[in-house]
């Protein structure tokens, strides 16, 4: 005898019995209130991959100054606004860009380059900490990228609030003689 039988049996001993079919004992489900609801598989799933994603990206956006070396002022030679040679190796400066010093199109273009160059110098030279967070990859002249921090600054937020860069992050670069 099964369990349907089972409860067949009770039911009509109990007289829960109605044309012949025992009735449902079993009391009706109420759905739980919402706060106490459990997420369905398939939504701990999204939420597992949602929380992997941000841990990712928060982790390959670890503060690059974390990652920054001290340097030696000294050691450091400014080729223009935002490139400069460290031991023997150039270096891109990344984040921002300046006017070209060496082949600009306009004389505009030159007098800010040469300000952007003379600019960075004075970072370097002025006496506080330098930090360079060397990165990963080359630009296409084969230069090392890397981050400049003089003091707990970022030279790029440097150069670009005063107004002797622009935010760069690669690829098309914007003129300055328009």
């Known amino acids: 005898m099964g369990l349907r039988d089972w409860r067949a049996l009770i039911g009509s001993v109990l007289g829960n019995q109605e044309q012949g079919k025992p009735k449902n004992m079993r009391k009706k489900r109420r759905s739980r209130p919402r706060r106490e609801r459990r997420l369905t598989k398939s939504t701990r799933r999204v939420i597992a991959v949602l929380v992997s994603g941000m841990l990712a990206v928060g982790w390959l956006s670890i503060d690059a100054k974390s990652a920054a070396e001290p340097v030696n002022p000294s050691s450091i030679y400014v080729i223009d606004g935002d490139t400069i040679?460290?031991?023997?190796r150039r270096f891109r400066l990344v984040g921002f860009d300046t006017p070209e010093v060496y082949s600009p199109r306009c004389d505009y273009e030159k007098a800010l380059g040469d300000e952007a160059t003379r600019r960075l110098r004075e970072l370097i030279a002025s006496g506080e900490l330098v930090d360079l967070a060397i990165q990963p990859g080359k630009d296409r002249y084969d230069r090392?990228?890397?981050r400049l921090y003089v003091g707990r600054e970022d030279v790029a937020e440097t150069m670009i609030s005063e107004g002797?860069?622009?935010?760069?992050?690669g690829g098309q670069r914007k003129g300055w003689c328009e």
Not at 164 to 169: C, E, G, K, Q, T
Request: glycine share 16%; proline share 8%; aromatic share 8%.
């Open 144 to 146: 090392g990228l890397a």
């Open 85 to 88: 040679d460290l031991d023997g």
């Open 164 to 169: 002797l860069a622009r935010p760069y992050r």
